[in-house]
């Protein structure tokens, strides 16, 4: 039910007191659209920046925030700014605060909590990503917030549970190639679906797991990000309120929880490809000049030259189709394209054949071929498609409507384990190997697609272990027709 309130406050320009939070307001911006899709009702949601980010317009939208939250069960509130602390009272600095009496024009972080809690919510989370102010010309003002005085202010609030970007002492820092600030970055993934992690199984995600998330996530965005080791440990305070609930997932994440479920099936297609040489193209003459870059020019040429091997392709699988299965001639849709693509479709597949130029070398062609639109694991499974494809075929490919978290995925394989499955992982954590007892072949997953990949022969067996794969990682039983988008 959408029902939540928040309110975000993106502090990015200062007149005076400090240089810009990059990427504040956009990332506060992007969280907010993302915000009703996960509970949150719009017009219980607030959005305070730019030139309403003075210390007297943030205060007096403090004292609306109970009419704005209304009887909401929840409340979010977050503050991205900069913030110093002045003997062990943390301040939030806001767009006028002024250098020469700092402590008079920033917001106190107690004021910030004491009219957080006049709200009626039973729970509340706050989110601070604070960066360090340093105010040079003031020795009696120090650049952080108080840890210390965070955790005695939200360990004395029976509703509110605070998560903050940064520990004392260390920066919030920002990725000027993804445009964001890195903790507001990972915090969008995890309200837009982009992550299961922690997520359970009903699709709410606690403040707790939420926490678990990003601190997990942040360091390991620091480390592809800056070459010269940085430190930036988000913290969390009152953990006793830590189980709030700060997102509802499961219209975003689909039922069950699992993070390879049927449900995100975009295609499931049986795929080949072959080597070729330029030189062996029906359509090549010596006096041809072969390609040294795979530019443009070079898929022009191999497309217009290649015309008459994709025609001859489709002349021989259009035969075998129509003697294996017994088509009608209407009920096949033939055509070879001008631009390197053919396909057969009909009532049960579509067969397409392309042929494209090598990137790795351009005087060598690679051809693809792919069986898809299937109308069923059935007919798959079928003779009559094992022996017109099953000399073709040797990966089974399954594409994902939405890219997942292969790190996340591998996390939950490797703390515990389904008897009989053993993976591997990328450095980088793009893509895993997964090996099942009993097959020999491979299975790799990416953020966009798991492939099986086997001997040819039988594709009906490429659909066993993909079936197999999905009742051990996705959820339980058969899909009666596979997708047919694509």
């Known amino acids: 039910m959408a029902d939540r309130a928040a309110l975000l406050i993106?502090?990015?320009?200062?007149?005076?007191?400090?240089?810009?939070?990059?990427?504040?307001?956009?990332?506060?911006?992007?969280?907010?659209?993302?915000?009703?899709?996960?509970?949150?009702?719009?017009?219980?949601?607030?959005?305070?920046?730019?030139?309403?980010?003075?210390?007297?317009?943030?205060?007096?939208?403090?004292?609306?925030?109970?009419?704005?939250?209304?009887?909401a069960p929840s409340l979010l509130v977050l503050v991205a700014s900069r913030g110093f602390r002045v003997k062990g009272k943390g301040y939030i600095a806001c767009a006028d605060t002024i250098t020469p009496d700092p402590t008079e024009t920033a917001l106190p972080v107690a004021d910030l909590l004491a009219a957080v809690h006049k709200v009626k919510a039973k729970e509340i989370t706050v989110l601070l990503d604070v960066d360090p102010l340093a105010l040079a010309e003031n020795k009696s003002v120090q650049p952080g917030l108080d840890s210390a005085e965070l955790a005695a202010l939200f360990d004395a609030s029976p509703r509110c549970v605070g998560l903050a970007a940064c520990s004392e002492g260390e920066r919030s820092l920002e990725t000027a190639t993804a445009r964001h600030g890195i903790w507001r970055m990972h915090l969008i993934e995890a309200f837009t679906g982009k992550t299961r992690s922690g997520v359970k199984k009903d699709g709410t995600l606690s403040a707790s797991a939420l926490h678990a998330f990003l601190a997990d996530a942040v360091p390991r965005t620091l480390r592809r990000a800056y070459e010269s080791p940085q430190d930036q440990t988000p913290a969390i305070y009152g953990e006793t309120n830590s189980e709030a609930t700060v997102a509802e997932l499961s219209e975003l994440l689909g039922a069950g929880g699992e993070l390879l479920d049927p449900t995100r099936m975009k295609r499931v297609v049986f795929r080949a490809e072959s080597p070729g040489r330029v030189k062996d193209l029906q359509g090549y003459r010596k006096s041809h000049t072969l390609p040294e870059r795979a530019n443009d020019w070079a898929r022009k040429f191999v497309n217009r030259i290649a015309a008459a091997d994709i025609k001859a392709d489709l002349d021989n699988t259009f035969d075998m189709v129509r003697e294996e299965f017994g088509y009608k001639r209407k009920d096949l849709d033939v055509s070879a394209e001008r631009d390197g693509l053919g396909f057969i479709r009909t009532p049960d597949f579509e067969y397409t054949v392309t042929v494209g130029v090598n990137p790795d070398e351009p005087t060598d062609v690679i051809w693809r071929r792919e069986v898809g639109r299937l109308s069923g694991p059935e007919f798959v499974?079928?003779?009559?498609?094992?022996?017109?494809?099953?000399?073709?075929?040797?990966?089974?490919?399954?594409?994902?409507?939405?890219?997942?978290?292969?790190?996340?995925?591998?996390?939950?394989?490797?703390?515990?384990?389904?008897?009989?499955?053993?993976?591997?992982?990328?450095?980088?954590?793009?893509?895993?190997?997964?090996s099942l007892a009993g097959f020999a072949g491979r299975v790799s997953v990416t953020r966009e697609a798991v492939t099986i990949e086997g001997p040819t022969g039988n594709p009906g067996s490429l659909l066993e272990q993909f079936l197999t794969f999905l009742r051990k990682f996705g959820t339980p039983g058969e899909p009666k027709a596979l997708p047919s988008a694509g």
């Open 10 to 71: 993106a502090i990015e320009t200062f007149f005076e007191a400090g240089p810009v939070v990059p990427y504040a307001a956009a990332d506060c911006a992007e969280l907010l659209r993302a915000l009703p899709a996960t509970g949150y009702a719009p017009e219980r949601c607030l959005l305070v920046a730019a030139h309403r980010t003075t210390k007297a317009v943030i205060e007096a939208t403090l004292k609306r925030l109970p009419k704005l939250a209304g009887d």
């Open 381 to 434: 499974k079928s003779e009559g498609f094992r022996n017109v494809f099953g000399p073709t075929f040797n990966k089974l490919v399954f594409e994902f409507t939405s890219p997942v978290d292969v790190a996340e995925f591998v996390d939950r394989i490797e703390d515990a384990p389904p008897e009989g499955v053993k993976v591997s992982v990328a450095s980088d954590s793009g893509a895993a190997v997964v």
